[in-house]
């Protein structure tokens, strides 16, 4: 089984739309969590880090369930630079696992 | 800003050849890492290490190997460069041996072996 999870889409949605990512793992001992976004032939970039009661950055929310162990990325009103690919990191003792990403497509 | 720096963008090389990608990071981090990127199976780890002349084994080591003389520094070879050594290759350092705190990546280096 995978360490981690990741319905890899592609998912294409309209601007303004609201779009959730989800991200499964395995080990129920992994202790950190993150979401990078990776554009076209670039580096994955470091987009927030989850925390374990949930967090926000502007229009984007990061969600943490240890019980189902899965994280969540909630995305509000989409936009048209928001299209990337979107990694789940999990960090399980001295290892990151990475999902294999879910790519977002945002249409005029 | 925090960086790492990859030697080379893109890269061809033939057959049979020794290739050498070199990673430098100058935020001082313990852990540096080497991955390969490839559609559909995501970020595979080749290796890393922890500090100096350290080195450890990833998912995927056979071809590869690793070099960390400095704590700056750390270069990922590749023995005998074959085809299906076509990839995408990313550094990635970190000043935390697990817990808090996500990777820097490189720009990445895009080889092609022909």
């Known amino acids: 089984r995978k360490e981690v999870e990741q319905d890899p889409g592609p998912f294409n949605v309209p601007e303004g739309a609201t779009v959730a990512f989800n991200c499964t793992y395995s080990?129920?001992?992994?202790?950190?969590f993150f979401w990078y976004r990776q554009d076209c032939r670039k580096e994955p970039k470091l987009l927030m880090s989850?925390?374990?009661s949930g967090n926000e950055d502007g229009r984007f929310t990061a969600q943490l369930n240890r019980a189902s162990q899965y994280i969540s990325l909630l995305i509000r009103d989409s936009k048209l630079s928001d299209s990337a690919t979107y990694l789940c990191?999990?960090?399980?003792?001295?290892?990151?696992?990475f999902g294999t990403g879910t790519s977002l497509t945002v249409i005029p | 800003d925090v960086k790492v720096t990859q030697s080379s963008r893109y890269l061809v090389k033939r057959t049979g050849e020794k290739v050498f990608l070199e990673c430098v990071q100058d935020?001082?981090?313990?852990?540096m890492f080497w991955y390969r990127q490839d559609p559909g199976l995501g970020l595979r780890l080749i290796y890393f290490?922890?500090?100096?002349?350290?080195?450890e084994k990833g998912d995927i080591p056979e071809g590869y190997s690793v070099s960390r003389e400095k704590k700056e520094r750390f270069s990922l070879i590749l023995e005998s460069a074959s085809t299906n050594q076509t990839s995408m290759y990313l550094c990635?350092?970190?000043?935390?041996?697990?817990?808090?705190?996500?990777?820097?990546f490189g720009s990445g280096t895009r080889l092609t072996v022909v």
């Open positions: 990635a350092s970190t000043t935390l041996r697990g817990g808090v705190g996500g990777y820097t």
């Open positions: 080990n129920s001992a992994s202790q950190s």
């Open positions: 989850v925390y374990s």
């Open positions: 990191v999990v960090n399980t003792g001295n290892q990151f696992y």
């Open positions: 935020m001082d981090h313990e852990n």
């Open positions: 290490s922890y500090d100096v002349k350290m080195k």
